[in-house]
């Protein structure tokens, strides 16, 4: 079990990772809008991955409720130019809210998308979200065996019915948590109680707060933040997905 706090000080200690990404275009896959079907309906999706070589580890990346934005899909991109297959799926193509079931189906249909491809090594998978996404992250990853690892951003861990705490005792892989101290639509008191939760139940967590940073951080205007905060936070979850899922192989 692992808890980790940090302030805008600390982003000082991030700045070695900041070339990653910033790194030339030509270098950066350019991801394409995919089908993914789930319940005999085809959902509006994203992929990004790298050019060649592989195995690599396969993520699914849940989308915020104000849809699958040009921000995430600037992100899919970067995420494959760390050397991962990454599908944003559009979960909220035919309903704006579809249902816990209805997205654990299409989640657990994105994972047999992914280990089907050539390029996807099927023991590395993990799984992110943001915002409702987040949520479904803190929900779904002690339902779905296959996930090895997962990262939540501003989640809701007391919302809905049942809510994610509640799964708290299945919980089985290691979760990082991050989220922003000026969060209104999720207080930061609803996480360092989860984060009770979690330890109370010795999970293995870690988490990582913004100090002053609102709900939604990391896409702002349906862009992907740019900013020192944006980056940090980019590199955060990419170097937990590293040690989780193993260092993915040049391309």
């Known amino acids: 079990m692992k808890i980790r706090f940090a302030g805008i000080a600390a982003l000082l200690l991030a700045v070695v990772s900041l070339p990653l990404a910033l790194s030339a275009q030509d270098e950066i896959p350019t991801g394409s809008d995919i089908d993914i079907t789930s319940g005999d309906q085809a959902y ?21 409720f104000r849809g699958l934005e040009q ?7 970067q995420f494959a ?67 090895k690892a997962g990262v939540a951003w501003y989640g809701f ?12 005792p299945d919980l089985k892989v290691p979760m990082l948590i991050i989220h922003g101290t000026a969060d209104q639509a999720s207080p930061i008191a609803d996480i ?20 002053g940073q609102p709900h939604g951080f990391m896409i702002q205007g ?13 590199h955060e979850m990419v170097d937990f997905f590293n040690r989780k899922l193993g260092v993915p192989v040049p391309a």
């Open 44 to 64: 509006k999706s994203y992929l990004a991955a790298p050019a060649s070589g592989g195995p690599y580890p396969g993520i699914v990346l849940v989308h915020s």
């Open 81 to 147: 130019g760390q050397g991962y297959v990454v599908l944003a799926v559009g979960w909220q193509t035919f309903a704006q809210d579809p249902g816990d079931a209805t997205v654990k189906q299409l989640i657990e249909d994105s994972v047999s998308f992914l280990t089907a491809r050539a390029d996807v090594d099927p023991e590395r998978l993990g799984l992110t979200g943001f915002c409702a996404g987040g949520r479904y992250t803190m929900l779904l990853l002690p339902q779905i065996d296959s996930f």
């Open 222 to 234: 349906g862009q992907l933040n740019a900013g020192e905060i944006g980056v940090t936070a980019f």
């Open 71 to 77: 921000g995430y899909k600037d992100m899919v991109d």
């Open 192 to 211: 360092y109680s989860y984060v009770q939760t979690l330890t109370a139940a010795n999970k293995d967590f870690e988490l990582k707060i913004y100090s």
């Open 157 to 168: 861990p007391t919302r809905g019915e049942p809510a994610p705490v509640s799964f708290v």
